[in-house]
């Protein structure tokens, strides 16, 4: 499996954005698929996670409440809608397998102004 997040962009304080993230290869639907961003001169942390069937979602306190993961296991496609949004959620944004790991790949970065 490969993940290519994408849908980034710069919006202002209390705006939205919708991240994509594209998976190629077989098994796609048997994985849960996190999402994670780094901030400048910050690690890197797990912000929200779905499992693989979609029924189950975990959020970091930092986001829970303003972000939504969903997926469509048909088109191979996680989702990441950000609502809310607050300067201290720009970072690049990639998407990944918690449970293994896979290339980080460019992620897609977000910016948020105040």
């Known amino acids: 499996v490969q993940l290519q997040a994408s849908g980034g962009g710069l919006v202002q304080a209390g705006g939205s954005l919708r991240l994509s993230c594209a998976a190629s290869?077989?098994?796609?639907?048997?994985?849960?698929v996190g999402w994670y961003r780094q901030a400048p001169g910050k690690q890197r942390e797990l912000v929200a996670r779905?499992?693989?069937?979609?029924?189950?979602?975990n959020y970091a306190d930092s986001v829970k409440g303003r972000f939504t993961a969903s997926r469509d296991n048909v088109k191979n496609m996680v989702y990441l809608q950000m609502n809310s949004l607050k300067p201290e959620d720009t970072a690049v944004y990639y998407c990944?397998?918690?449970?293994?790991?896979?290339?980080w790949g460019q992620g897609t970065q977000v910016t948020v102004s105040s």
């Open positions: 990944n397998t918690p449970y293994s790991l896979l290339d």
């Open positions: 290869g077989s098994r796609f639907s048997a994985k849960t």
């Open positions: 779905i499992s693989s069937g979609g029924g189950s979602t």
